[in-house]
């Protein structure tokens, strides 16, 4: 649907619909017109059903701007209201309520609430978005087989209803899916599939050119094919919007490290290290500083490796512990030391 210009074009609950269109979307600037108008109206609404439906889709338009703790809160005022709801609404209350889960990390709930509103999901023109969010769980979860059945499921009714936004979305989980398989090749024609279907697609507030990119980057990365990983990060990190800068920026300087072009390295990490400290970005201050210790101040690397991964240890960021362990284990076994290797891999494994 179109957005809506006028108050009068459309009855309250086509506009609510509109509002829905265009968060699936990510298209925050329209999104955000609609939730001032939608505000505006709903006092003159007298239907219970429509007012929740609008309550609902406000916790989702609070997801998609990040406002967990706002999400969470208006949640529970709506839990705490014991409201009898429609079969839509049901669909609406466990399927944002999963994704509210998912934005926490919580990503074995998410799924429990999504299959919940699976049972109230009738329109198939929904079922692209559903799918696809469905898949992403799985994918955080680590199971990949279930996440490439739901994302083909996905992909199916996004081409069915020429939806190419979360056909794109489909494409790049599906190339992330195979590359975490080690499926190279199949994992490449998925990521420059989503990059073709992102140059059809609407616009949008997401930044997904510069995610298919930093994934395209991953995808060489792990093969050590290093010059190309550095194009693909450079290509990231340029893009506008980039939501994860950093991380790109922190993969682009260890891929020219490893490319040793170590002068164009040591320009994007002193970038990157006098950035993280700017924005108070303890763990990518501690990745580019243990990045320049590796290939850099070399006399120091021990030390300040093993007091970043107590540091990582210590907020509980189980992904960087296991990331820098098992490298740190395999330092130690090259160098022969033997029960410091053996402590890293245990810790990497915990």
Same mark, same amino acid.
């Given at each position: ?117 699976? #049972? +109230? ?13 469905? $898949?992403?769980? %799985? @994918?955080?979860? !680590? ?105 790109? #920026? +922190? ?13 164009? $390295?040591?320009? %994007? @990490?002193?970038? !990157? ?78």
């Amino acid at each position: 649907m179109g957005l809506v210009l006028s108050v009068t074009d459309k009855d309250f609950s086509e506009l609510l619909q509109d509002f829905y269109d265009v968060m699936k979307r990510e298209k925050q600037e329209e999104a955000a017109m609609l939730a001032d108008i939608i505000d505006t109206m709903r006092k003159d609404i007298g239907l219970e059903e429509v007012l929740i439906t609008a309550d609902l889709l406000t916790i989702r338009y609070q997801v998609m701007l990040g406002q967990l703790l706002t999400a969470g809160y208006l949640l529970d005022q709506f839990e705490a209201g014991n409201h009898s709801l429609s079969q839509q609404n049901e669909y609406f209350y466990h399927y944002f309520k999963g994704q509210v889960q998912f934005k926490n990390k919580r990503w074995k709930d998410a799924i429990r609430y999504y299959e919940h509103a699976e #049972l +109230y999901l009738t329109e198939d023109e929904e079922k692209a978005d559903f799918y696809y969010k469905l $898949a992403h769980a %799985y @994918y955080r979860t !680590g199971i990949p087989a279930l996440s490439v059945l739901n994302a083909n499921k996905a992909m199916r009714y996004a081409t069915s209803y020429k939806q190419q936004y979360h056909l794109t979305k489909c494409k790049l989980l599906l190339g992330l899916n195979h590359l975490e398989i080690r499926n190279f090749k199949q994992a490449e024609t998925y990521l420059y599939d989503a990059l073709d279907c992102y140059h059809n697609a609407d616009e949008t507030s997401l930044d997904l050119a510069s995610m298919v990119h930093h994934n395209l980057g991953l995808l060489y990365f792990v093969q050590q094919k290093f010059d190309k990983a550095a194009d693909c990060f450079d290509q990231a990190v340029h893009a506008t919007p980039c939501s994860h800068y950093l991380k790109s #920026l +922190y993969y682009l300087t260890e891929s020219l490290f490893r490319a040793n072009h170590h002068q164009e $390295a040591m320009k %994007y @990490y002193q970038i !990157g290290f006098t950035r993280s400290k700017k924005e108070k970005d303890k763990n990518h201050q501690w990745a580019f500083a243990m990045l320049h210790k590796q290939f850099v101040d070399c006399d120091n690397f021990e030390a300040v490796w093993a007091e970043g991964i107590a540091y990582y240890k210590a907020i509980d960021d189980r992904a960087s512990v296991h990331y820098y362990s098992l490298r740190m284990a395999d330092y130690y076994t090259l160098k022969g030391e033997e029960e410091k290797a053996n402590y890293y891999y245990r810790l990497a494994v915990l």
